[in-house]
């Protein structure tokens, strides 16, 4: 089982920064990708940033320049930077871990960490 709790998230307003957190816990090991997804309000979930284990990261098209994905292997902590935040970046936003286990890749989230960007 693997664990993955979020933290950094908060009210910020609009052109500010947030720094979100995901330390994973339990059995972490063959991980194919961690990365982050967020859902706004009466919308679906989508992906934000994904850092693969060969260090590739892919971005959605609408934070390119402004968000960083990074990972600290020691801590097994993936991080967000968060820049040049707009009102749509509002939202949860949710960890998430893909591993690769005998009968297949699983994929883990955690409960969120809410994004609220002011005007």
């Known amino acids: 089982q693997v664990q993955l709790v979020e933290s950094g998230g908060g009210l910020v307003q609009s052109g500010g920064s947030l720094r979100l957190s995901c330390a994973a816990s339990?059995?972490?090991?063959?991980?194919?990708?961690m990365g982050w997804y967020r859902q706004a309000p009466g919308k679906e979930r989508e992906a934000v940033a994904v850092?693969?284990?060969?260090?590739?990261?892919n971005y959605a098209d609408s934070v390119k320049g402004r968000f960083t994905i990074s990972r600290d292997n020691a801590k097994n902590t993936v991080y967000l930077q968060m820049n040049s935040l707009k009102p749509e970046d509002t939202a949860v936003y949710y960890c998430?871990?893909?591993?690769?286990?005998?009968?297949?890749?699983?994929?883990?989230w955690g409960k969120g960490t809410l994004v609220t960007v002011s005007l």
């Open positions: 339990g059995s972490i090991f063959s991980i194919n990708a």
């Open positions: 998430n871990l893909v591993v690769s286990r005998w009968a297949g890749a699983i994929s883990y």
């Open positions: 850092l693969s284990s060969g260090g590739s990261t």
